[in-house]
């Protein structure tokens, strides 16, 4: 009888002897062999490996998502996540949507402080640092006077109200408690609006999404800002700087890698009436549409900095725009004069 579990020897007239044995593996040795390396292969060899990309609308602009991804499904997942971001912030901090933390802030900071969320506080203490930086050039509440254009109906206010909006021109009345996280407004009247520097904060945010999920080659673009995620798998990613006055036509091609450019023009929300320009990068110190530039566009690494920068340079105009990005280590600008005349950094040049 045999125990639970053991395994009966075989007899003596059932093995065979060794020489059949040794035969036996000689002939199987090498399909073993085979069947050892196919299956090493198969665990090695990676799922196909694709690029994935989407269109879409957003943050009132065309936004754009690609990366390269091993696995198809989990890779659209990640697009669909930071097109999700990118929707989230420009519903958080539209200047005019009742439901907007902004739109809230707005309606009721002049009436004393008001609570925000980090996130509010952030992008509000950076909008203060890019006006100190800029000697006010980039400042977010030229909507005092911006929101008086109605650039679908080609309206522009009158000089009285444009003179009395000026006045309500002023970072400095948007006060920061960051210890207590509120804000408030000093003065009745006074608007905020975060579109020199929203749309590269969600840019940014949503490469940072994707990097965080192991993505090492990617595109995010929201309008004129875009964020680039290593190089475009081998060579570097190749940018059109739009022509201002040509639609559809570059008068540049950079060369990016792992770094972020933003581009603010005036051929992008504008009307002319009488001869005149309107557009929506408004010059604080004079309440109008900034006319030395037709478009600036800043490289840098990352988004948020290269938006404001950009808005930044483009009011400030070609010299001393470009003396302030002479600054700063790490950014370069390419500019077009009202007259069509490139200018661009010392960096630029060097590339």
């Known amino acids: 009888m045999l ?37 090493l292969v198969c665990a090695a060899a990676p799922a196909a490996a694709q690029w994935l990309s989407r269109d879409a609308e957003a943050m009132g602009t065309t936004v754009r998502i690609a990366l390269w991804h091993t696995d198809a499904a989990a890779g659209e997942r990640l697009v669909d996540a930071a097109l999700a971001e990118l929707r989230r912030v420009g ?26 969320s980090a996130e509010l506080l952030a992008l509000l203490q ?38 009395r909006a000026r006045d309500l021109i002023d970072y400095r009345q948007i006060e920061i408690d960051a210890d207590h996280r509120r804000v408030r407004y000093t003065r009745e009247g006074v608007v905020a609006d975060l579109g020199g520097i ?6 940014a945010r949503a ?9 090492t080659h990617a595109e995010v673009t929201a309008g004129g800002d875009t964020h680039f995620l290593g190089d475009h798998r081998g060579r570097p990613w190749s940018v059109g700087v739009q022509h201002p006055r ?51 566009s800043v490289i840098g690494p990352d988004a948020l900095s290269t938006d ?20 700063l280590p790490g950014y370069d600008a390419l500019l077009v004069d009202g007259a069509g005349r490139l200018h661009y950094s010392s960096g630029l040049a060097r590339r």
């Open 198 to 203: 929203a749309k590269g904060h969600a840019v």
């Open 246 to 296: 040509r639609r559809g036509e570059s008068l540049a091609l950079l060369p990016l890698i792992d770094e972020a450019i933003s581009t603010s023009g005036d051929y992008e929300r504008y009307f002319v009436a009488d001869g005149v320009r309107y557009h929506h990068i408004i010059d604080p110190a004079q309440g109008r549409s900034a006319a030395d530039l037709r478009s600036a």
């Open 126 to 163: 950076r909008a203060h640092h890019y006006s100190e930086l800029s000697d006010g050039a980039f400042d977010i509440t030229f909507a005092s006077v911006g929101r008086l254009h109605d650039y679908r109906s080609g309206v522009a206010p009158d000089e009285g109200e444009r003179e």
């Open 207 to 215: 490469a940072a999404l994707l990097r965080k999920a192991g993505v």
């Open 308 to 327: 404001a920068l950009s808005t930044s340079v483009f009011v400030l105009g070609a010299a001393d725009g470009l003396a302030l990005i002479e600054t």
């Open 91 to 116: 519903r958080e901090f539209h200047p005019w949507d009742e439901g907007s933390q902004l739109a809230r802030l707005n309606a009721d900071a002049a009436r004393g402080w008001q609570p925000v």
């Open 3 to 39: 125990e639970s579990g053991a395994i009966a020897p075989e007899s003596a007239m059932s093995r065979p002897n060794a020489p059949a044995r040794r035969a036996t593996m000689r002939k199987l040795r090498p399909c073993l062999f085979a069947c050892l390396c196919l299956g």
